[in-house]
């Protein structure tokens, strides 16, 4: 004899198997496209176009998302690469966010032997090109899913200049990120795990000193030297960096350091990097960095000018949607090789300095879990997670111990590997995003969680000010 269920059970049940249908059709319809998006994708990383140059790589990922029906607004925040495409209406407010460019001087084919596709050109080391593509995948599997009748709106951030161009700064700067209630986007490496981790903070700047040219053995006591300066100033940080906290790191090069030795130089020049997991402490250290370029200019009788070219705040974690991404990744789950895949695999670890500690075979996993993790990188995604709860999910789209921005890497993104990992972060953003149109509770505690972590009374405020996008920093 059939039991019957009570009325009101009966409706719960039928709403979630209605859910969960939903669910099962949004994956299907990413992986239905597998073939389009792997095109996409292999289309942009054979462009492999650098920072706030990506003409051809932003174009494409705009007439895709018109092609689905986003209304398409290009040239945002005053750089031409920079694109918010939009779909749907009203509340929430929910951002996926896309990468495209590349990075010099990695150009590579897709083969576990150093082989550039075009010698010193650029190279998608850092997976851009899955990056902007995984998150289309993701998007206009969104798309269909909201005029299927749910409420809410769904934009598409087209970011230029991850690497090194603080891009997103800028489209924060603009306002762009104001109304938005969260922001979902991912990155690619080399296992699959969504932890709240954090990143290093990086002020980035170039010093210019000034001096007097004179004849360096007729003359000298006519001539300040603009190379003692920059020497002076190296020497001083290089002292300071006892007095800093252990995890900063700091990095410089000469990028001018006179014409010849027999004339003193009127003019040096030096970049430099300086990285700390807080901002707040990152921007006293610059301070320190900027006294020391001030101190060698008055010491050597130089004068000396600066310019920030980029600055980007540590990641703000966010505990709670971490937790929601990582329930869907392991719904989703890893993915195996074919015995080619195998084969490129070995084959390109053989090539690395150091011998990896994740097998093959680890991708097919999903890691754990971790909270307070730093990755030593530095990523312009951080100056979005202070403004807007953001959530991210790393999927193994590089061999097993392949580090980013290598050329191993670029063959890695550039080959069925690179695709199938990005097949799993387009779904995991997929169901992520679904949850956050679905149950407002998930942008609540999102929320309440970023304003407890933020602080009362937190102003967030960039280096850059109110200074224009370096749009020629790669040129
Ligand atoms: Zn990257």
Redesign the pocket.
Known sequence: MRRRLPAALMVVSLASLHAADERDTVLQGIESRRATYADIAKQIWTFAEVGYQEQKSSTLLQQQLRAAGFNVRAGVADIPTAFVATVGSGKPIVAIVG?FDALPGLSQEPVARRSPVVAEAAGHG???NL?GTGALAAAIAIKEWLAAGHPGTLRYYGTPA??GGSGKVYMVRAGLFSDVDAVVTW??ADHNEASPSSSLANITGKFRFHGVAAHAAAAPDHGRSALDAVEAMDYMVNMMREHVPQETRIHYIITRGGAAPNVVPDFAEAYYYARQPDMRILDGIWDRIVDAAKGAALGTGTTMDFEITGAVWNVLPNKYLSSVMTKNLERIGGFGYTPEEVKFAEDIRKTLTETPTAAIGSQEKIQPSRVGAVGSAS?DLADVSWNVPTVSVNAATFVPGVP?HSWQATACAGSTIGVKGMMVAAKAMALTTMDLFTDPSHIQKARAEFDRTRGPGFVYKTRLADRKPALDYRK
Do not use: D, R
Request: charge should be negative; glycine fraction near 10%.
């Open positions: 990468e850092c997976g851009h990056l991850e690497e990155h690619p990523t980013a």
